[in-house]
């Protein structure tokens, strides 16, 4: 595992934003994986600013979501896929028709977890995954105790994600109950994966994900196991390393 450790968040925005448009230089059409939360903002900033400035073109780019909520109602501005299409598609110029995000709100969520994991084995997988992680240790929506070799399904928020995630709804009750996640399976299956990390609420999780035991209580600990992870941090999530 690559662990870079920058000064501040811009540093951790330029770098991780460095390794996409590497990435899409080498293949215009690479398949993106996309994080939502507030930790890959920046990047997608940075990789905004460059496609305005008209330095990197995403145009042909491909982009999977790691998650969804389940249960919101359609067009909710908290569920991924709007957060998606408003953060990313639209203000990186991807082609919407080639993002994809799971369907929260299939009547049959088993069959589409299936599709997704097939969607994206058709897309030839994933090139670079982008990844934030959670104050206890998840990635997507992984929760702690998500087996290593698990694939996207349907999942339980821990209690903690919820009351993390409050602050994008009107109340903590609104918090959904439930997610579509891909498993840590799919994710290790991408063939880069790229985790950013900004602040000391983070440092924890850091420091067990990359020197803390391979574990199922701290999913991103599965990193360990790619042959091919960075993982970007300001000095102040990486204080516990
Ligand atoms: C969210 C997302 C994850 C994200 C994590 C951290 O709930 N499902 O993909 O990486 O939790 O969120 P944030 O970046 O806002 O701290």
Known sequence: ???????????????AADVVAGVVRRR???????????????VYAELARRVAAGELDLSGVRGFALDEYVGL?????????????????????????????????AADLEAAAEDYEQAIAAAGGVDVQLLGIGANGHIGFNEPTSSFGSRTRLKTLA???????ARFFDSPDEVPMHCLTQGLGTILGARRLLLVAQGSAKAEAVAA????????MCPASA??????????????AAARL
Do not use: W
């Open 223 to 236: 990193l360990q196991l790619h042959p091919r992870a960075t993982v970007v941090v300001d000095e102040a």
């Open 209 to 216: 994900a990359v020197e803390g035991p391979l574990t199922s």
């Open 1 to 15: 595992m690559e662990v870079i450790v920058l000064p501040g968040p811009d540093d951790v925005a330029r770098v």
């Open 73 to 105: 109602p359609a067009g909710h501005p908290e569920s991924y896929a709007a957060v998606i299409g408003r953060d990313v598609t639209g203000r990186l110029g991807l082609d919407p028709a080639r993002v994809h995000v799971p369907d929260g709100r």
């Open 159 to 165: 209690p903690r994600t919820r009351a993390d995630n």
């Open 28 to 42: 215009p059409g690479a398949v993106l994986g996309l994080a939502t939360g507030s930790s890959p903002v920046g």
